[in-house]
């Protein structure tokens, strides 16, 4: 089976650079997932687009070194299936609030006797290979997204789930759920629970991954021990570079025909 990049990007110590898409567009997957990023991620969550523009995402991901992943709209288990069987290499579940959350979403991601998936890979036997069922367990990766006040009194047994290969920090959720509001930047009270999160995913050989609204935050983040690190997605990056554009050209004055 295909190995997944991202393992070889830990086992040589460094963290990885997640790219997350929102605009549905084939074209724009390929851009982005041909630049120096570990990971795609394809957010079928607050993304607009469907099923349909998913999988023709991933297939323009898969012809580049990125690894193919998605964050799914719910811990629904025919939801996150059949986006592992379009070949996603990794699904980020939101709303884990619980170990019984959890252990579904797990379960959702793994063939049988650890899991329930059902067996059909369709695409994924295409991108991962013809051995694709008897490496899959291990080779994809479950990411249970923490964003809520019950997920941070549920941390402990969230964490040590096993099958569970890494938890998703989501500070604006993380931010609305304590603080009321989102806060850049993130109050001390949220700041603390990430370190929270932090310790107890690495006590429980779990990896850490992190969304961050800027590249100040994603340093601050890695530096504190983050193993996956995602700094804005295409739409933002696009309204920040345009801004930036607009803004430079502000100060040129224009000759006056004569």
Request: glycine share 8%; aromatic share 6%.
């Amino acid at each position: 089976m295909r190995p997944n990049g991202l393992h070889s990007v830990w086992d040589a110590d460094k963290y990885a650079l997640n790219a997350w898409l929102s605009i549905g567009s084939s074209y724009s997957a390929e851009v982005i997932a041909n630049l120096p990023y570990d990971a795609v991620t394809v957010d079928l969550q607050h993304g607009m687009f469907d099923f349909d523009t998913a999988l023709v995402m991933l297939q323009a991901i898969s012809a580049t070194n990125a690894v193919p992943m998605v964050r799914v709209s719910h811990n629904t288990g025919w939801m996150i299936q059949k986006l592992l069987d379009m070949g996603a290499y990794g699904v980020i579940c939101p709303m884990i609030d619980t170990r019984a959350d959890c252990e579904a979403f797990v379960r959702s991601m793994r063939y049988p006797p650890t899991g329930d998936r059902s067996f059909g890979p369709s695409r994924g036997l295409l991108y991962g290979g013809g051995d694709y069922a008897a490496h899959a367990d291990e080779t994809v990766l479950a990411w249970a997204m923490i964003e809520t006040e019950a997920a941070i009194e549920n941390l402990n047994d969230i964490v040590s789930v096993d099958g569970l290969d890494g938890i998703y920090i989501g500070p604006s959720d993380l931010s609305m759920t304590l603080d009321g509001k989102i806060t850049n930047p993130l109050s001390p009270r949220v700041t603390e629970v990430i370190d929270l999160v932090i310790a107890a995913a690495h006590a429980n050989k779990k990896r850490v991954g992190i969304f961050c609204p800027d590249a100040k935050f994603a340093r601050e983040m890695i530096e504190k021990g983050c193993d996956l690190v995602t700094v804005m997605n295409d739409a933002g990056l696009v309204r920040q570079a345009t801004s930036a554009l607009i803004k430079d050209l502000e100060s040129a004055k224009r000759v006056a025909a004569r």
